[in-house]
């Protein structure tokens, strides 16, 4: 009788995000007792635990968006996404970016392919559009589109390699669903602020996929914060 075999659980650092891409939390130096001991500085007093009047201190700095307390620790992410979230994702300055290049190591083949239920059509104006799901066969033919575009645009780059092109002119051929990564290091006000906007409902749907997973690491590490950040409608102090 063969033996049973658990099966491998996913690391608690990790994220699985769309169809080929992920969050890892690779450091970080937070806690909810940073924000308290930085916000009683001001009055030379430091605790080394965290009672329950300082949940009332961190609710307080954040309803009345006192956001320096909230500056002082880190979260370090190493991300693999698409490169379309990777460029919305530069956006959010407030921290450190460092991107894997195709300058100097060989692109990858994983492209992002939507889900069936991911294919939709926008409706409506610029700044106001509502996205609706599309029926199953132009969803499909959709995804079969990008996947051919995709063969075809990663054969281009390996012949172009093959002959002798650099790959910094080469990677030019590769669409924007490839995959990228980057490690971002950022502390928890500025991971607040990324987070109530790119979680929101108006925000691009695969950019709120990473930033639910950023977000779930928030409420790890600092479960008194999130849930601060929660009860005040997610706006970032």
Known sequence: ????????????DYR?????GFVRLDAAMADDLSVVNAARVSFA?????????????IRFLMRERHGTPFEHNSFRFHVRCPIFVAREWFRHRIGSFNEFSM???KATDDFYVPAAEDVRTQVGKPGAYTFET???????STRETLESV??????AYEQLVEAGIAREIARC?????????????VNARALMNFVSLRAAETAQREIRRYADAVESFL??????????FVANDRTAP
């Open 1 to 12: 009788m063969a033996a049973v075999t658990d099966t491998p659980a996913i690391p608690s």
């Open 16 to 20: 699985p995000v769309l169809d080929h």
């Open 45 to 57: 007093r430091r605790k080394e635990e965290l009672e329950d009047s300082d949940a009332g201190l």
């Open 103 to 105: 300058r100097y190591a």
């Open 134 to 140: 599309v029926e199953p066969e132009l969803a499909e």
């Open 150 to 155: 995709y063969r075809s645009a990663y054969e």
């Open 173 to 185: 051929v590769l669409p924007v669903g490839a995959y990228t990564e980057f490690f971002w290091t």
């Open 219 to 228: 409420a790890e590490k600092m479960p008194v914060t999130h849930a601060a």
